[in-house]
């Protein structure tokens, strides 16, 4: 059993209601208007510990790396993206639904802790076009598979980008049932609970993009990952079994990137 809610309201008012839930937030919304909306499920997080100075070749210096208690982390999250609009627009059907495959760590800029991406992978050439123009992110095309299989979600992703280094996932994931504490000081809650990401333009500036959603509905996970070279690109070796964690649904609201002052 893969949890997912049953779909009560749509879409679309689900992702205006998050705006509703602010109280966990570390900083306030964004006073301008949000421009996107998203709704994410099948959400697996798979993050290793990985060496500071791995990171350090990658991660642009005006970007302070993240730690937890001493420790920078590297996530890997495949899920499918649902009900892509804009703001005061309805999903259009097949641009708003498509499998997506992240590679990311964390960083701080100015106190204000987000995310960095590594790489993106979408199987829509629409969302990887309109989000490297729009956010300036690594997006890269790439044929994806996504199926339930039982209680398992199968996820086989292979990058096809010609302008994109080499890149495959394969694995069978699912949740295991259990919650996850909702402590704001565990690990699972600094991974995830993460409210901006962070890109830089040709000039090396800095720019944030705000991001809004209530606390993930996280649960512990199983993971059978048969292929993962996603960090390879990076020079980054991947080591031990990963820390696993399932979200069956999240709605979320995004703002533009904007530059840091």
């Not at 997912?4 to 209601?17: G, I, K, N, T």
């Not at 390879?232 to 703002?255: C, K, M, N, T, Y």
Request: hydrophobic fraction near 40%; glycine fraction near 6%.
């Amino acid at each position: 059993m893969l949890l997912r809610p049953a779909p009560l309201v749509s879409d679309s008012f689900r992702q205006r209601e998050v705006l509703r839930e602010t109280g966990h937030r570390p900083w306030p919304l964004p006073k301008g208007p949000w421009m996107m909306g998203q709704t994410w499920t099948d959400l697996l997080f798979a993050h290793w510990p990985v060496p500071r100075e791995a990171l350090e070749r990658v991660v642009p210096a005006p970007l302070l790396i993240d730690e937890f208690e001493g420790t920078p982390w590297l996530g890997i999250s495949p899920f499918r993206v649902e009900n892509l609009r804009l703001r005061g627009t309805p999903p259009v059907p097949p641009f708003s639904q498509f499998p997506e495959l992240n590679v990311r760590t964390y960083v701080t800029v100015d106190g204000a802790p987000g995310i960095y991406f590594l790489s993106l992978d979408a199987a829509s050439g629409a969302a990887v076009h309109a989000a490297r123009f729009g956010y300036r992110l690594p997006y890269f095309k790439s044929e994806i598979t996504m199926r339930e299989d039982g209680s398992a979600i199968a996820y086989d992703a292979s990058r096809v980008s010609e302008d994109g280094p080499s890149a495959k996932f394969s694995a069978r994931y699912g949740p295991t049932g259990g919650r996850v504490s909702e402590r704001p000081d565990s690990l699972a809650r600094w991974l995830t609970e993460r409210y901006c990401l962070y890109t830089l333009d040709d000039a090396q500036r800095v720019h944030r993009g705000e991001i809004h959603h209530p606390p993930c509905p996280l649960h512990r996970a199983w993971a059978e990952i048969e292929v993962n070279s996603m960090a390879a690109p990076q020079g980054i070796e991947l080591e031990g079994e990963p820390l696993l964690h399932f979200s069956p649904r999240q709605d979320v609201a995004l703002w533009p990137i904007e530059a840091v002052e």
